[in-house]
């Protein structure tokens, strides 16, 4: 199967200060990936390089079979054309909201298919209510984001982005924002979309969502990928000193290995309960 996104000796830098030393790594459709890490390390900026929010210095990239060019030879109007076709096709959700205050939960989500893909309004409305109800936010349609708890904003962020009918979503650290009670509202979004086969990278802090939602996980540390396998053996089973040590302090207590299995089972029986809810 060929990979979905592809990433070539993958580097970033600020001045002389290097943030990103040779990042390379296949993500195949459907893989769900937790990046874990002390602040620091570089996973939001790596995130940021893989839709060009944040210009790579050096390396490749390769998005759905197709070469993603960014050097100078990029810029002007061949740059923003491959600009709207990247961001149309991969989603990102960041730490903030990042919702337009002035207007109502519905015209946050139709905007973007509106305006990037030409969908008729009464597409757009008709998707974004699906969406909504989807989530248990129907009765939200005509808010404002500043009526909505953090993690009702956090959650129509997302669908924001699944309106986009995106082939890889992003999601940088969505749950840091929020308060302890809220997270397992977005954490279980994350987890029905894993379930139905969305393509994810995540970085996050919450060990358990990388844990039981992701099929494998990525330790940074000082701008390079220090190790990754499946989430079950990364987490429960590190081999390096380092990860080890990140893991110490992240996770006191390390319970048995989850398979692989048992992560599917999982997904699956919140896809059911999600169903039966509907």
């Not at 076709?85 to 509106?114: C, D, Y």
Request: contains cysteine.
């Amino acid at each position: 199967m060929q990979p979905l996104l592809q990433v070539r000796n993958l580097r970033k830098s600020y001045g002389s200060l290097e943030v990103l030393h040779g990042i390379s790594i296949d993500i195949a459709p459907g893989e769900v990936v937790a990046i874990i890490g002390a602040s620091g390390s570089g996973k939001s900026t790596f995130l940021r390089c893989l839709n060009l929010l944040e210009t790579p210095t050096s390396g490749e990239l390769c998005f759905d079979g197709k070469p993603v060019e960014y050097g100078e030879e990029g810029w002007g109007w061949r740059r923003e054309k491959q600009l709207q076709w990247l961001r149309s096709q991969i989603g990102m959700v960041f730490q903030s909201f990042n919702l337009w205050p002035h207007k109502t939960v519905i015209e946050n989500i139709i905007e973007a298919p509106m305006i990037v893909k030409n969908v008729p309004r009464y597409e757009a409305v008709a998707e974004a209510e699906d969406l909504l109800r989807r989530i248990g936010l129907a009765e939200k349609r005509d808010a404002f984001p500043s009526r909505l708890s953090g993690g009702q904003q956090q959650r129509v962020a997302i669908i924001r982005s699944l309106a986009m009918k995106p082939k890889l979503m992003l999601f940088d650290e969505v749950t840091s924002s929020l308060d302890p009670q809220l997270v397992g509202e977005v954490l279980n979004l994350m987890a029905s979309l894993a379930a139905e086969g969305m393509t994810m990278l995540a970085v996050t802090h919450e060990m358990s969502f990388a844990r039981s939602v992701s099929t494998r996980t990525i330790f940074f540390d000082g701008g390079v990928i220090a190790e990754e396998g499946p989430s079950h053996v990364v987490l429960n089973h590190p081999r390096q000193a380092r990860t080890q040590r990140f893991l110490s302090r992240t996770l006191p207590v390390i319970g048995p290995a989850v398979t692989v299995a048992e992560i599917q089972s999982g997904q699956a029986r919140v896809a059911q309960d999600l169903s039966a809810g509907a």
